[in-house]
């Protein structure tokens, strides 16, 4: 029952008064009383003592901070991804910022009938790739510059307008048809820290011509959204 609270003060975005936390809770007063002081005495939670407010307490943002510390966004993020790949008619996988440009570090094939050259340890045009304009919309332009250099010139394409990459930012998604590979579509979502930064990119494929539908965008979303669930970092989109 304590970590029912403890849970609903962690996904509150402000304190919370007693009656507000029994609602939540499904608890009475009494009974929601009893567990918060016991938290408040463990540390776990703090009542103020001028408004009466309920929060986190220093215990409990320490036992948070040394998770986080023990979290990586991209672990996290290839096994969905893996999952992700078992479910649906597209490989995916997790692509990290290098100094050359975005690298897949995780690949998965698709349980389904797949084509794709793409693999582990291969680098992505940053313009002729759904990830390549997502890392683009969230990164310093000065890193994309530098890896841009590096890239070969049949990687280079036409790099994207500002109205693309703020279309990127908002939607936190990303899908290019024929630029990668010819009959490729890429999807690209972004996946954040912790620290609310870039920390890699998911990416699907889908061959022969497929184009990417709604179903396929909205499982990717799911997939960050539990992503940032587990790590603590923001999710974006809708």
Request: aromatic share 6%; with cysteine.
């Amino acid at each position: 029952m304590a970590a029912r609270f403890l849970a609903i003060l962690a996904n509150s975005e402000e304190p919370l008064a007693l009656s507000v936390l029994a609602r939540r809770a499904g608890t009475g007063s009494s009974t929601t009383h009893r567990y918060a002081q016991s938290l408040v005495q463990e540390g776990l939670a703090r009542q103020d003592p001028i408004s009466g407010l309920y929060d986190l307490g220093p215990t409990a943002l320490s036992i948070g901070i040394a998770a986080l510390k023990r979290m990586d966004a991209v672990e996290v993020a290839a096994r969905h991804m893996k999952q992700l790949a078992g479910r649906i008619a597209a490989s995916g996988g997790v692509a990290i910022w290098t100094e050359r440009g975005p690298t897949l570090v995780r690949w998965y094939r698709s349980a389904y009938f797949s084509i794709s050259s793409l693999g582990l340890g291969d680098i992505l045009p940053l313009d002729n790739s759904a990830s390549g304009l997502v890392f683009q919309a969230f990164l310093p332009a000065s890193l994309i510059d530098a890896a841009r250099r590096r890239q070969p010139d049949p990687f280079r394409g036409a790099p994207p307008s500002a109205a693309t990459l703020d279309e990127v930012r908002e939607a936190c998604f990303a899908e290019l048809t024929g630029h990668l590979l010819p009959e490729i579509t890429g999807q690209a979502v972004p996946v954040f820290d912790a620290q609310q930064e870039l920390a890699c990119v998911i990416t699907t494929v889908t061959n022969l011509g497929q184009a990417g539908t709604p179903d396929d965008r909205s499982a990717l979303f799911e997939t960050a959204k539990a992503v940032a669930r587990e790590t603590g970092g923001a999710a974006r989109f809708a």
